[in-house]
């Protein structure tokens, strides 16, 4: 996608897909969608996609469990692989230890989504606009990629406390009263909002932001690989003489686009893990490059990849329901405000 010399609309970008409209119109218009904008990203990741097809708790239910599961694995040595985790978490802390720090998810997810659509849409903007003079300018590779990359870096604000006590809740062991036929003893963090309290109280709130670094890393470039792999994809699957993708196109784009940014994302992913477990009391790692020597000297190369299938089979399927439904949003909206 080279840049253009003539300003013209974008083609297969996850942002408005402007059209020409009345000088009088222009703003309220841009309002319009910007609401609408708001509103399916905060509906679609508080309640996750399949939600949203199912009317009902079925993302929530099978995706959280997964990311404890995954964390599990990043975080410690003694599982075997992903059965034999499932099963001792099940074993010694039923169901309820795959849901442990949920509500720092829950709480986080749906703004950080609205903010990170958000920043990626008018970072591209205002690069089209520096570069080539138009905001709705067909924009490059590059442009692409750094707008998603300042998309990832205003996700790491947002959402690196709520990371903290999710892996602090997920990793901690609470075993079931059940198991071990005594009163459960009371566990250092009591839920996530009491986990964020005590980590403030303990480590202060640098604390909050323990593994900020690695998150940087995986999300700035996860987020780059993500947007520009969808539009790439977009650009090649579509047949000349449309100017937006297809109902499949835009379902493999996403799907695909969700598993390589993943994949590039996995081993600062567990890196990132690691560093946010380490309590005041371990200091374990003095820092990112600390944690990265550590853990390969220990555990070899594939430690860096711990938790990647995981990875990659949840977002398939998640990513593309999230650039389907994001994509047939704005083109409603379009027409909407075309016929108006």
Known sequence: MAP??????????????????????????QHFRAAWHYLFTVL??????????HQGGLSTAVGYPLDTVKVR???????????HCVQETY???????????????ALAVSVVS??????????LGAICRLRYGAVDARPSQLDVSLAGAAAGAAR??????????????QTQRSPHPSITHQPASKPKYQGSLHCLKVIIKEEGFGGLYKGCSALLCRDCSASAIYFLSYSAMCDWLTPDGR?????????????FAGVLAWGLATPMDVIKSRMQTDESDQHKYKGL?????ESVRKEGPKVLFKGLGLNCIRAFPVNMVVFVTYEGVLRFTDRYIKKK
Not at 114 to 122: A, D, H, L, Q, R
């Open 289 to 293: 490059i600390h944690c990265v020597r």
């Open 4 to 29: 253009s010399s003539q300003p013209h609309p974008a083609r297969h970008h996850p942002r408005d897909f402007p059209g020409k409209r009345a000088p009088g119109t222009a703003a309220s218009a």
């Open 91 to 105: 074993r010694t802390e039923k169901v309820r230890g795959f849901y442990k720090g949920v509500t720092a998810s």
């Open 156 to 169: 790491v604000v947002l959402t690196n406390p709520s990371e903290v006590a999710k892996v602090r809740m």
């Open 114 to 123: 609205s903010v990170s659509f958000g920043t990626y849409k008018n970072c």
């Open 243 to 255: 100017n937006k993708p297809g109902f499949l196109v835009v379902l493999l784009s996403g799907g």
């Open 44 to 53: 679609l990741e508080r309640f996750q996609p399949s939600q949203l097809c």
């Open 73 to 83: 694995i990043q975080t410690e040595n003694h599982y075997r692989g992903f059965w």
